[in-house]
């Protein structure tokens, strides 16, 4: 008879393995919708308030029982949506780049993170003169940063980043309404990318499926869930647990699913990468020349 560990464990070598990531979130204690900045946003629906606060407390403990170390900043009244804490900004090694929002009701959160981010000895912190919503914008593969425009950050931002981490960074022009933030639209996984190319304007579609031939492409079922804003250790993947092909793509290509609920922040426009930003680690030379 054939072992259960046998048949859960099918690939020995050439396994893919978790690091430990640092994570920063924000609980949403002032958590509501009550504006409407993306299509998701539905004034007549009703929020959960203290069910999102425990959907949230689950993804934080989820994180820490995998091993990953997460910070908490405060929220502050009167800013709803400053749970997404991966629109706070870019942070890598020791460099941090705080947000600047495109619209009215989330500029707050901008100073909010920059605060936060000051007080955590970075080399260097800065705020983005360019409209720049951070990780929603920006996600950091290995070796370069896939950067989206068209509903929130701009292309001048896409230019500031590069300058001020030194990377490279490759434009994609989002084109739907729907999927108003990059990582709405496509995540990172270890060695490639998961994405939903109608998203994207025909010639980003064509770039992303030149830079990445193998990538995992969405269903729309999963987009429509917003499966792809998921967080990956190298093996874990953090996402909605309502993406079930999705989920079942990652699994055949060796990463293990680890499905989430937050149907309360869905109703924000957000899901489990929107609630996290990664505090980068420093790229070495080597990492940066192998992917
Ligand atoms: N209501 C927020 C907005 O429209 C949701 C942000 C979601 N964050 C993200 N990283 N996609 O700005």
Partial sequence: ?????????????????PTVREFLMCRPDHFDVNYAINPWMDLSAPVDQAL??????????????HGHRVHVVDGVAGLPDMVFAANG??????????????????????????????AQHYAQVAAAHEINEG????????????????????????????EFFG????SLEL????FYHLDTALM?????????????????????????????????????VLGLNGVCDGFHVFLSERATALSEQLRARGYEPVGIDLSELLKAGGSVKCCTLELHGVRTAAESSTH
Avoid: C, K
């Avoid at 068209?150 to 931002?157: N, V």
């Avoid at 990377?167 to 490759?170: A, E, G, I, K, R």
């Fill in 188 to 224: 990172v996984l270890d060695d490639t990318i998961a994405y939903y190319p109608a998203a994207f304007s025909g010639t980003s579609a064509r770039l992303l499926a030149e830079m990445y031939p193998d990538a995992i492409i969405a269903t729309d079922e999963d987009a429509n």
């Fill in 1 to 17: 008879m054939t072992s259960v560990a046998t048949l859960r464990a099918p690939e020995p070598s050439g396994a893919r393995r």
């Fill in 52 to 65: 999102a606060l425990a959907q949230w407390e689950t993804l934080r403990a989820t994180y820490e029982r």
């Fill in 89 to 118: 900004g870019l942070v890598i090694g020791d460099r941090a780049l705080s947000a600047r929002f495109a619209n009215p009701e989330r500029a707050q959160e901008g100073p909010a993170y920059h605060d936060w981010m000051s």
């Fill in 135 to 162: 990780e929603g914008d920006f996600a950091i593969s290995r070796n370069r940063i896939l950067a989206g425009t068209g509903f929130r950050s701009s292309r001048d931002a896409h230019r500031e980043v590069a």
């Fill in 175 to 178: 084109v739907d309404p729907r």
């Fill in 167 to 170: 990377l490279p960074v490759v």
